[in-house]
């Protein structure tokens, strides 16, 4: 039996690889990606350890290169989802109770296999599979992922380290529990390390899991799965299904044993799936934890005083990696009327030279949207603009879905702050601005705060402290990550917690200890020496 006390010590972020020209690594990643591409996989979904295959077979298709398949995977039904169900719960016994330090190893070994031999092919699947150039995949599905894997393992040595007080006579003691049934990640197509961290968060804590991963992440999710097996990963622990997310949500949100569900995606989806389980909550064992990161309006204002230079080059960085498809990208700016010409003017010229095209292609700063439905909503915000008299396109606005589901980067201007795309999340590569009096910064931050319901990220750019301490005050609760003097994406494991409240979800802070709370259940214990043997008190004598 393990009598130690162990503690993870907090670790460092993984480095950054750069790719540069004429470098090692840019070398194997380009041979990663011609094998890849060589390669039509068959993906099976993975339950109780099991690959299991259906027969019903989905392409998988480059958002950018449409013609080319890079696979196929097993579509489920409400029966797969139930037969995860099983196992999982058939795996919760031996899973709560294995030591933890234990269960840490396993993840802490699959950092390492990410950052070293599966580096390539974690990057490669996710460039491939979800559109991603070389430096948005390495931040993504090889730095983030293994620091959420390696830091969630140190701060749940915190947790356990955290212990109550004992008086004399007493020894007391908190349990940290696993949550008493299975839980449900439901995870996103941007982001291979978010598809990554929900399960394995929860799975960390000792919980059993159903994943079901967004149908355009399948080509990374089944990597990442690999890899979590050949860590040591037991049967059961988290099972991974390719059934629709109603079904998921119908089967699961059914079940007493359902303990909560890890979710990012839409807020609709959010707000129907928390309504689910309101209506089914008398007959669950426990009452579920949910928790969701969902959508932003995210917001960039400059003040009088900022510095034009690094207003445009924030701006193009923050609303155009990734194509905008990123909940924290810059999707509304407020420009102040004295510098407002001159950001227009250098920002329509940076956006001009901007590259656009496939993957492979590292001179790319931009690749495709996700799918057609993405490509079909993100350009008919455009049109809109295009028509209205109360906007007009600055520069972009062209689409094409020939070769692929590519839109070019376009800035908006709205001349009034309430038009549909400073209001409306676009989640594409659409970046609306408005000119404000600069007179009325106050007023302005008002506006801000007042024109979404979204609360996810945000951004102030001045160099007048007086400005950026209002912007600050004004803008509590108006983003759970704000940024000072610097785009609002880019939140690092460790650095920056992220999430956001009002519509944009629970502000459960992923990268930080807050978010391994939501998946312990704690017992005290009291352990008393010396029992009393008489239940009077001092205070009932009469003298």
Known sequence: MSNGYFYFPEPQNEPVYAYAPGSQERQLLKQQLVHHKAEELDIPMYINGQEVRTGQRIAIHPPHELRHTLGYYHKGDASHVQAAIDAALKAKAAWASMPWEHRASIFLKAADLITDKYRYAMNATT???????????????????ADFLRFNVHYLSEIYAQQPISPHGVYNRMEYRPLEGFVVAITPFNFSSIAGNLPTVAAMCGNVVVWKPAENQIYAAQQFMRILIEAGLPAGVINLVFAPGATVGEICFNHPDFAGVHFTGSTTVFQDMWNKIGQHIARYKSYPRIVGETGGKDFVIAHASADIDAVVANLVRGAFEYQGQKCSAASRAYLPSNLADKIVDKLIHEVKTIRMGTVEDFRNFMNAVIDEKAFDKITGYIEQARKSPQAQILVGGNASKEEG?????????????????????????????????????????????????????????ATDRKAILLAEQKLVNSAGNFYINDKPTGAVVGQQPFGGARASGTNDKAGSILNLYRWLSVRTIKETFVPVLDYRYPFMKES
Do not use: W
């Open 405 to 461: 589901y590519f839109i070019e980067p376009t800035v908006i201007e709205a001349k009034d702050p309430h038009f549909v795309t400073m209001e409306e999340e676009i989640f594409g590569p659409v970046l609306s601005v408005y000119v404000y009096d600069e007179k009325h910064y106050e007023e302005t931050l008002d506006l801000v705060d007042r024109t979404s319901p979204y609360a996810l990220t945000g951004s102030v750019f």
């Open 127 to 145: 460039m491939l599979g979800q559109s991603k150039n070389v430096f948005q995949a390495e931040i993504d599905a090889v730095c983030e992922l």
